[in-house]
């Protein structure tokens, strides 16, 4: 008996219009009332995540930032937190500056930029959370930062990704989000570790949890739960590791698991 669903929200809870369907939303109020723990995974920062989270009436810890932060929505108390070692954040700072590369950080809940660039404004507008141009942007590099972030054009973002690995190798986190974003976390900020960590807090054993995810950044909990589930939209890799893998973003794939793995079983 599945007793947890942890859920990424980008192209999986969201359809391609961004929203959440009244199908999706029945079927996640209906596991609620069932007695199931349903929370988000996702790379959004926390501020976004709540934004989704109040749609569904959720009252659980929430996993942000990749697995970086988990943080109550009710009393806003964080749980579970992992920052980048500094070292490794100075090397990034550098790295970008070198390259020309667009950088963006987090600190404290709130996203910083350098300048005021297309890739932050559209970042902005999809995630609808507000961003900050630091007038002293280096002095960000000796903040706890959950995560650090790189856009560019896809062609580019390969490499990019290529290179920060052979710079740190296994002492951090390194992931694509999107085509266009590269992330730099903790080694231990990934949605893995985080579900693992809040299935302990509920005292589930991770037999008994689902993880549905879409992109590369979704692996970890999808290899360490129970039930690892692949959106139909989801990446080819992802769904060769997946345990199962369900129908789209757009035709419910989220609503069609829960019915299927956790109401229908009861």
Known sequence: MYRMIAIDIDDTLLNDDMIITDETKQAIRDAIDNGIVVT?????????????????????PLITYQGAK???????KTVYERFVPQPIVQAVFDYARR??????????????SREDHEFVRTYSDTLLVPYTVAPNFDGLADKPLNKLLIADRPDKVDCICEE???MFGQAAYITKSKPEYVEVLHVEATKGHALEYLASHYEIPMAQVIAIGDSWNDHEMIERAGLGVAMGNAIPSLQRLADYVTLTNNLNGVAHVIRKFMLDAR
């Open 99 to 112: 390259q020309g590369l667009h950088l963006q950080v987090y600190h404290d809940d709130i996203l910083y």
């Open 164 to 166: 920060l690995m052979s």
């Open 70 to 76: 988990i943080k109550n929505l009710l009393d806003q």
């Open 40 to 60: 988000l995974a996702t790379g959004r920062m926390y501020p976004s995540a709540v934004q989704i989270a109040r749609q569904l009436d959720l009252n659980v």
